[in-house]
């Protein structure tokens, strides 16, 4: 699934290998299946956005100023990706 591997692009190993073993244990059988997959994905997705804070933050406290600047990076990559990721499975979803 082409959100699955969109997942490389914020450059948040846990995040791709947590999205990725969510999409291979999803067992949608019914439309109420699929519609309460797809809000979970829509919060996952909305949730990335707080990177913008996160990842400095979490940067800083592992490396320091450099860490921080690796987190800034990493935050504006989550703050796009994990949203557009979010939508990609929502619609899978449903």
Same mark, same amino acid.
């Given at each position: 699934? *082409?959100? *699955?591997?969109?997942? %490389?692009? %914020?450059?948040?190993?846990?995040?791709?290998?947590?999205?990725?073993?969510?999409?291979?244990?999803?067992? &949608?059988?019914? $439309?109420?299946?699929?519609?309460?997959?797809?809000?979970?994905?829509?919060?996952?997705?909305?949730?990335?956005?707080?990177?913008?804070?996160?990842? #400095?933050?979490?940067? /800083?406290?592992?490396?320091?100023?450099?860490?921080? %600047?690796?987190?800034?990076?990493?935050? &504006?990559?989550? /703050? *796009?990706?994990? #949203?557009?990721?979010? /939508?990609?499975? %929502? &619609?899978?979803? $449903?």
């Amino acid at each position: 699934e *082409v959100a *699955v591997r969109l997942t %490389a692009l %914020a450059f948040d190993r846990s995040y791709a290998e947590k999205r990725k073993k969510e999409h291979e244990d999803k067992q &949608i059988e019914k $439309v109420g299946d699929g519609m309460v997959e797809a809000g979970k994905s829509l919060a996952q997705g909305m949730w990335g956005v707080l990177d913008l804070v996160r990842k #400095p933050v979490e940067g /800083a406290r592992e490396g320091g100023v450099r860490g921080f %600047a690796v987190g800034i990076g990493q935050g &504006i990559a989550g /703050a *796009v990706v994990k #949203p557009i990721v979010g /939508a990609g499975t %929502a &619609i899978s979803d $449903v």
